[in-house]
């Protein structure tokens, strides 16, 4: 069975950094677009970054220039490294994968989610 399980994460004053990890385990033929969201209170849950398989980077909203999100594809590892976070950052963030496992085709998996909380 695929999981994906994250670390990380925390309480950080404005202007810190954090970084966030996850971790694809189980049976895994191959991993393709990877990607962070995030979800404050109250309001819908919004991608943050992505990496494509082969490496493309795209970041959205307030991350462009902040953030940075890297990819290790022979530790099957996914990491977001914040940079300057302000209090608007303040959400769970949950790691994506689009995952192709044997006997189970491709399917979308989810990180359980992490609290990151920026102080003002």
């Known amino acids: 069975q695929v999981q994906l399980l994250q670390s990380g994460g925390g309480l950080v004053q404005a202007g810190g950094s954090l970084n966030l990890s996850c971790v694809f385990s189980?049976?895994?033929?191959?991993?393709?677009?990877v990607a962070w969201y995030r979800q404050a209170p109250g309001k819908e849950r919004e991608q943050v970054a992505r990496?494509?398989?082969?490496?493309?980077?795209d970041y959205y909203g307030s991350a462009e220039g902040r953030f940075t999100i890297s990819r290790d594809n022979t530790k099957n590892t996914l990491h977001l490294q914040m940079n300057n976070l302000k209090p608007e950052d303040t959400a769970i963030y949950y790691c994506y994968a689009r995952i192709t496992a044997p006997m189970r085709g491709t399917n979308d998996y989810w990180g359980q989610g992490t609290q990151v909380t920026v102080s003002s």
């Open positions: 189980g049976s895994i033929s191959r991993v393709g677009t």
């Open positions: 990496v494509t398989s082969g490496g493309t980077t």
